[in-house]
């Protein structure tokens, strides 16, 4: 269990709403941003991660996207790229003003559903040093057909329905139509692939976060297989580091090698594992990695 030696809750605005945050001062002058994927908020997302970053130096400002967490935004629970790509400028902005960070040297970190957006935002923010993209989610077109196949043909359809309903729902103001964000198969969940269910392991294995709302809308379904953020690799400015897993059943492992081949100044680890690995037994090694990228990306010498 990763040791908070200092750290406060802090906010910043996004189109509107206030984005909760832990901002974690750091000691070198470098600041990582942080979020998680879908609906994993910012504890279950950044705690095994932002610790080691903090041991090494490093500030962390580890967010929730509005309508997650402790972030405001009604309704609650829906994944809206659009937004969430708004929410990473406010926090890159809202690094670049505290006061031990050098906004010149703020990284940005995300995995799964966040590991796709840093492909996004790095694309097209002037501003960070590097990034680090793990186990992203990089072309739902690739995913989407991969994930229905994971699910029984019943499940399958339940899910398209309640994905069509939650939609048109909207439109005349009901409340979202909840599902789970993982399942086994057969369930009616927005994800039901071989190592969905190793997050409850992987990112609360000590049932900790007791507020971690693990929904999402169901229009997601119907949503997630046009975004593509892979396709913005060619225009990633800055130093990009891809982690991937090599028995990936939930992103999958070849849309984020073929993104990475396309991106300008990138490198990619590989790990033994499923989805999930980096937090589990592969964490030593991952964490290893992206602490020695961010520290030669920053400009500091690598301490080994």
Known sequence: MPTFKQREK???DSGGSSCA?????????????????????KEPASDLFAARFHDAGFSVLAFDHRR??????TPRQIVRIGEQIADWRAAIACAAELPE???DKIALWGFSLAG???FRV???QPRPACAVAQTPMVDGRALAPHALRSMTPLAALRLIGRGVRDALGALVGRPPLLIPTAGPRGAVAALTTDDALDGDQALDPHRRHTNWEQTVAARIALRLGWYRPGRHAPHVRCPLLVVVCDQDRSVL????????ARAPHVEVVHLTGRHYAPFLAAHEQAVLAEIAFLRRHMGFRDQG
């Open 10 to 12: 802090i906010r910043f």
């Open 253 to 260: 492992t070849r849309p984020a090698i073929r993104a990475a």
């Open 122 to 124: 790095a694309a097209d």
């Open 116 to 118: 796709g957006h840093i």
């Open 68 to 73: 997650f967490g402790e972030s405001e935004g």
């Open 101 to 103: 960070a050098d906004p």
């Open 21 to 41: 945050a832990w901002h974690y001062p750091g000691t070198n002058g470098s600041c990582v941003v942080m979020a998680g994927g879908t609906a994993v908020t």
